[in-house]
C-alpha cells in the first residue's frame, strides 16, 4: 500500500500564495502517477493537476492553469503543488492520489490511493 498525507493548507488572501505538499509512504512512488484534486462544499471532486512517474507529462485543470505547478520529487517521495495568484473559487479541501502507470490520469476513479485531504481557504 502507499500512504498519502498532505499538508501545507490554511487560510490565504486573494491573490497570495500557498505550497501544499503530499508526503508518500510505503511503497516507492517512482513508478507512480500523482495527482491533486479538489473538493468544495456542495460540490463534487475535480480534477486539478497531475503528473508522472518521470515528472515530464504535466496535466492542468483550465481553471488552474497558468496559476498552479505540479512538481514531485521521487527521491524524498514528495509531490507538490504550488498555488499563485489564489481566488476565491480556490476554496476548497485539497487531496492527493496516487496510482500505479506511467501516465497521468485526471478522473478520480483511476486512482487508488489518496490522502486526507487539506484545507485551503481563499478570503478577501
Known amino acids: 500500500q502507499v500512504q498519502l498525507v498532505e499538508s501545507g493548507g490554511g487560510s490565504v488572501q486573494v491573490g497570495g500564495s500557498r505550497r501544499l505538499s503530499c508526503a508518500a509512504s510505503?511503497?516507492?512512488?517512482?513508478?507512480?502517477?500523482m495527482a491533486w484534486f479538489r473538493q468544495a462544499p456542495g460540490k463534487e471532486r475535480e480534477f486539478v493537476a497531475a503528473?508522472?512517474?518521470?515528472?515530464?507529462?504535466?496535466a492542468y485543470a483550465d481553471s488552474v492553469k497558468g496559476r498552479f505547478t505540479i512538481s514531485r520529487d521521487n527521491a524524498s517521495r514528495t509531490m507538490y503543488l504550488q498555488m499563485n495568484g489564489l481566488r476565491p473559487e480556490d476554496t476548497a479541501v485539497y487531496y492527493c492520489?496516487?496510482?500505479?502507470?506511467?501516465?497521468?490520469?485526471?478522473?478520480?476513479?483511476?486512482?487508488?490511493?489518496w490522502g486526507q485531504g487539506t484545507q485551503v481557504t481563499v478570503s478577501s
Open positions: 503528473i508522472s512517474w518521470n515528472g515530464y507529462i504535466p
Open positions: 492520489a496516487a496510482a500505479s502507470g506511467l501516465f497521468v490520469a485526471t478522473t478520480s476513479r483511476q486512482y487508488n490511493y
Open positions: 510505503g511503497r516507492t512512488i517512482s513508478g507512480y502517477s
